[in-house]
């Protein structure tokens, strides 16, 4: 009887699934890209599209339980290029990005008498709640507000906090702080702070990685929470890190890849794999090194496995935007025997440009939300540069039988 009732549950639940999954697609296209394809295939725009003619350095949460993603992300409604006048919440059904919902979490004149914004993240904190953090750029001060799933309502601008230990009193989780706890570890200090690209929950505990400047600081902290407000140290890891570490966890390990940018076309540096095995309190260095461009490499998880996207710094004639920005490489991590190797499984390019970009598995579908310039590709400049970035954009890069994958 037991087995009866068990078997009958699988089965609404898969045909639950699979009405759910085919449901959300709607009438709009969704392209099964051959993976031998530079193409980068059918996209869509997410948001309010033309509204935003800057939309860059975005993070995405899924809610897996209703399939709704919400992506935050730096913006502007009035300058091209690195927009970040405001911070604007996405909201959208994963597999039907075109019916998008969004609001304006923080509006730097509003919230902060004009300074500029920068570094912004989200977590996805409960069934009603999406946290979602920024720094100012005088004394880089982290702060959050919440915002309510289903309503869009806002609420107070709050200070995140930081302690240096578990027992230690919370202070404001700012630059000042920050390099008062780092001077006395002996690492170098930071010019200023950020969270990893990709804040992690393991067993209901946040994990991120910060780092803190363009030039190459020496070391990143690691830190958790229980509550997306109040931030422990557990350790200081010694590496070379430009702009964002990012972050995953996979297989009992946290990986951290290092971004050392920077360059331009024509140039390469090296991206440095990390990891720990003892949930954050040391860290290894991996023999996996890849010359790649400035653009911020992605950590993700896809079919249970550990997965890596990063650009390569070319110098081509095909891409109308910043050349090094103009594609993606996707491969996974191997280790065998202590040794990691990155095996590619697929190559995209775009010429309107492909910054900042973050993968999601959706149950076999590889997902990719990135910021492309195809709307205004000969728009504003940055740096003797067209830059051109106007909005997000979502495409399908692998897709595969949803219910067959399935490993949850």
Partial sequence: ?????????????????????????????????????????????????????????????????????????????????????????????????????????????????????????????????????????????????????KTFELGAVKEVKYKKAYKSEPVTMDKENINAHIKELGGQEFEYIQFSSEIINVDRTFYTAVSGGATGIKNFLFMESTDGETWSFISMANCTVSYEAMLVYNDYKFYVMCRNGGTHPGDETQQNLYYSEDNGKTWKQSNLALNTSDTRPFLFNYQGELYLAYSSPLDVEYSTIRPWRCNVHVGKIVSNNGVETFEEVLYKESKYGIVYYSLIDWYGKMIMIYSSGELHPEEGTMGGYTQGKDCLMYTILQEQDPILKIKR
């Fill in 1 to 149: 009887m037991k087995k009866i009732i068990s078997f009958i549950l699988t089965l609404v639940t898969v045909l639950t699934l699979t009405f759910a999954l085919t449901a959300c697609k709607g009438d709009e296209p969704v392209e099964n890209n051959n993976v031998d394809s530079k193409a980068i295939g059918t996209s869509f725009m997410i948001s309010n599209g033309l509204v935003d003619i800057a939309a860059n350095d975005q993070h995405t949460v899924i809610d897996e339980k209703t399939a709704i993603a919400y992506t935050v992300y730096l913006a502007s409604e009035t300058k091209y290029g690195e927009g970040s006048d405001l911070i604007k919440l996405a909201k959208y059904n994963i597999l039907q990005p075109t019916n998008a919902d969004w609001v304006t979490v923080f509006d730097k004149d509003v919230d902060f008498d004009g300074v500029k914004m920068t570094t912004c993240n989200l977590i996805d904190l409960d069934k009603e709640t999406i946290r979602v953090f920024i720094t100012n750029q005088v004394d880089y001060k982290y702060y959050y507000r919440d915002v309510n799933k």
